[in-house]
């Protein structure tokens, strides 16, 4: 049996920079395990600009930001990787992890899930047609081009508008693959604004609004699909149907938290991000158990995740070192507008700040915040579901709040 601390389960941006915050808050005795032969976890098939400019002020690709942020932690004493290795299981925060080793046993004060997330399949979205060669999801399709040198396919349609999909449509274009289009079945993009147009608009590859794919055909390898438009309640209108030839179809349909090590745990999962329930120092509803980044809910920027982390790191430290809040437990109330909230209840004490995503597109609008106690505005000149919202609620604005927090988007 090995002791330490805390445990960190995943080497990516979040691990990192939750160890940054734990060892900056005292805490000298940290394990990160990461299933990978390095750290950095999906940076480091990202090898496009973009990350990086709320961090560093600068604009570097995944594996740049990578190292530069492990950087910040490589000579740090006390601070030790575990690569090759997996968490299996997870029982009163003792972790069996498989490595080099065998299966070994290690306890901690605290862990940190910071296991990232996973990309949802065809199997999802009950996609027809034959069982044929050429479907990949977006982020298989850039690990085998940008880290194993394979290009999928020479002919490509992509289904889902979300940033890794259209972040493929540009490199496999770049790569000589000819991009046929990009279906969305929503009436907006579910991208960030920049790669719709430095990765669609300025290659001429058209962006199918309100559309889906019907089904898949081809005998052996993928011959063609079948596009489908939808109404305004996303129903399948009949008739719309066209068949358009390509080689191979990237799905880009969303992505979902890793938590498959909780279910086991008792801790509660939120319906709306999938990932777990926290308070605001992202301790879960077991007690010691963490969670933050992409296994906390999906995250549209990097810069977020590090960010979000390094609180998270600092708060296990304080847990780690006895300092726990006094205060009665107050829950947020999500209203018109609001898909989902993070965290999804605290206590009073100190600032907080909470992360939230919008369910439609909105142009200008505000952002009502009440409850016993406070009654706030936010003012937004426009905000769409793909970016993630941050609204800071100060200490003193929160002070004489008794019960509920409710959240809503008034146009």
Known sequence: MR??????????????????????????????????????????QCIHNGFGLHTFKE??????????????????????????????????????????????????K?????????????????????????????????????????????????????????????????????????????????????NIKQCLEDFDIPLYLSHTVESIHGKGRLQSITLISVDDKLQKIQ??????????????????????????????LDKRTKGAVVDETYMTSVDGIFACGNALHVHDLVDYVSIEAKKCGKAAADYIK???????????????????????????GEGIEFSFRVNKVFKQCKIHVTGVGIDKYVNKLGIVPSEMQKVLIKKEELANLNGELHWEVIE
Do not use: W
Request: charged letters at 25%; glycine letters at 14%.
């Open 59 to 108: 604009e570097l690709s995944g594996p740049a930001y990578a190292e530069k942020y492990y950087a910040l932690i490589k000579d740090k004493e006390g601070i030790k990787f575990m690569y090759n290795a997996a968490v299996i299981e997870i029982k009163d925060k003792i972790a069996i992890v498989q490595c080099a080793e065998g299966l070994i046993n290690i306890e901690a």
């Open 3 to 44: 002791k330490t601390d805390l445990l960190i389960i995943g080497g990516g941006s979040a691990g990192i920079a939750a160890a940054l915050g734990a060892h900056d808050n005292g805490i000298k005795d940290i394990i990160i395990v990461e299933r990978d032969f390095e750290y950095g976890g999906i940076l480091q």
């Open 239 to 268: 008739g719309s149907e066209q068949e358009i030839e390509c080689d191979c179809l990237l799905l880009s349909i969303g992505l979902i938290p890793e938590n498959t090590l909780v279910e086991d745990l008792g801790v509660t």
């Open 110 to 194: 605290a862990i940190v899930l910071a296991t990232g997330c996973r990309e949802r399949p065809a199997g999802a979205i009950g996609l027809k047609g034959d069982r044929c060669e050429g479907v990949y999801t977006a982020g298989t399709a850039q690990r085998y081009l940008n880290k194993e040198g394979f290009l999928v396919g020479k002919k490509i349609f992509i289904l889902g508008s979300g940033d890794i999909g259209l972040i493929m449509a540009r490199r496999m274009t770049l790569e000589g693959a000819k991009v046929i289009g990009v279906a969305e079945l929503q009436p907006y993009s579910n991208g960030l604004a920049r």
């Open 322 to 348: 006895g300092n726990k809040s006094k205060t009665e437990k107050q829950i947020n109330v999500l209203g018109n507008g609001i898909s989902y909230m993070v965290p999804q209840y605290f206590h009073l």
